[in-house]
């Protein structure tokens, strides 16, 4: 009998600490998903692609394992793993290269973004990084995959590489579909509201980290940018106020409405220190259960193991059948 369980995949970066977008944007959806055969990865190869201090990516692999745990994923319900860790990726990744055109790869934002931050290393693997990020998907048969609207351009990537290769070689890859949520899909830098919050920011002040203690962040919240007006809406000139009732409404369910009315004449003081009660009690659950994983190593490295086994098995599948596919000698 088929097996039509629909598969989810996504994967977060160990390449700094993790931020309210990371969670509000994708993190929070890897639950909406409970039927699902579900793959949430660690992906510590595409961290290297910019240059990382060996010691911080091994804590910061650890750390993001250690968040998933925190933030209610279940390792007997869901395959948590370290991209390194399952070498399917990196080989799959080579043959999807040779399916892949210069050319996509040169109109990637994100590319010519980080060639700009980064110009004193403009790796290769920073140049094929979508193939990569393509591999990981393709390999799990990925039905959907919950990420923010940042990686919109990569995952449109990854559907033509595996429409091409089914093109060429017959169906063989699932065609997956983006799930960025309607709320959240972009969280905005507090001191520069019309830019992303980004781990990498230099900026501390700039991110709401999901980790930042209760003071720290309704220390942020009340200095985050806003406009020189005092209704709390959505409108022109007003992003750093949206971006704030964005942050509110994914951590309470509550609509613009609700916010607007609930805030009317109440100005931007007040709602600056309701925004930051609320994402600091939201948080304070996860922060709690990721210093207990923190301190249980051996729990962790057992998680690693077990994921990396579970979806080794799945992702040798795919792979020796684009192989074969393609006529490598089994
Ligand atoms: P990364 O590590 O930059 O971010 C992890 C996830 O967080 C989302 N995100 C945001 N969402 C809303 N607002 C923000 N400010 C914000 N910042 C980050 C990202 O969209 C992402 O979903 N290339 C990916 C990692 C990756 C991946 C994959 C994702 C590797 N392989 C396969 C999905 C499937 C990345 O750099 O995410």
Same mark, same amino acid.
Request: hydrophobic letters at 40%; one cysteine or more.
């Given at each position: 009998?088929? &097996? ?16 309210? #977008? ?5 993190? +929070? ?6 039927d699902?055969r ?67 790869l ?6 010519? &973004?980080?060639?700009?931050?980064h110009? &004193?290393? $403009? ?5 094929? =990084? ?9 390999? =799990?048969?990925?039905?959907?995959? @919950? ?13 033509n ?10 169906? /063989?890859? /699932?065609?997956?579909?983006?799930y $960025?949520?309607? /709320?959240?899909? +972009? ?6 509201? *019309? ?30 940018? /806003? ?8 409108g022109?000139?007003? %992003? ?24 009317? #004449? ?5 709602f600056k220190?309701?925004? #930051?009660? *609320? ?5 304070? @659950?996860?922060?709690e ?5 923190? #301190?249980?190593?051996? =729990? ?9 086994? %579970?979806?080794? =098995? ?17």
């Open positions: 009998m088929l &097996d039509q369980q629909q598969v989810v995949l996504s994967a977060v970066q160990p390449s700094g600490n993790l931020t309210v #977008g990371n969670s509000l944007g994708a993190i +929070k959806n890897f639950s909406a998903f409970p699902a579900r793959f949430f990865c660690v992906a510590d190869l595409h961290a290297v692609t910019v240059r990382q201090v060996p010691a911080d990516l091994r804590r910061r692999t650890y750390e993001t394992l250690a968040l998933y745990l925190a933030c209610g994923l279940d390792p007997s319900a869901c395959v948590l793993f370290v991209q390194s860790q399952v070498p399917a990726h990196a080989e799959l990744a080579w043959l999807l290269g040779c399916h892949t055109m210069f050319g996509e040169s109109r990637m934002t994100q590319f010519k &973004d980080k060639s700009q931050k110009a &004193d290393n $403009i790796n290769a693997g920073l140049f094929t =990084y979508p193939v990569l990020m393509a591999a990981d998907i393709l390999l =799990y048969q990925t039905d959907l995959v @919950p990420v923010g609207a940042d990686q919109k351009q990569h995952l449109e990537l990854a559907r590489i595996a429409q091409r290769f089914n093109g060429v070689f017959g169906d /063989t890859l /699932t065609v997956p579909e983006g $960025i949520p309607p /709320t959240g899909r +972009k969280i905005m830098s507090l001191s520069d509201p *019309t830019a992303k919050m980004s781990k990498s920011d230099p900026n501390p002040n700039a991110s709401l980290f999901i980790l930042d203690e209760p003071d720290v962040i309704l220390r942020k919240c009340k200095r985050a940018v /806003t406009d020189s007006g005092n209704e709390i809406r959505r022109e000139g007003k %992003e750093g106020i949206e971006n704030l009732m964005t942050i509110y409404e994914c951590c309470t369910g509550q609509s613009d409405e609700e916010v607007a009315a609930l805030f009317d #004449g109440r100005g931007y003081g007040v220190e309701a925004v #930051g009660e *609320t994402v600091a009690e939201h948080l304070r @659950p996860v922060r259960a990721f210093h207990r994983y923190m #301190g249980d190593r051996a =729990y962790l490295d057992e998680c690693m193991k077990k994921g990396a086994e %579970e979806a080794a =098995y799945y992702a040798r599948k795919t792979l020796s059948k684009v192989k074969r596919k393609m006529g490598f000698v089994g």
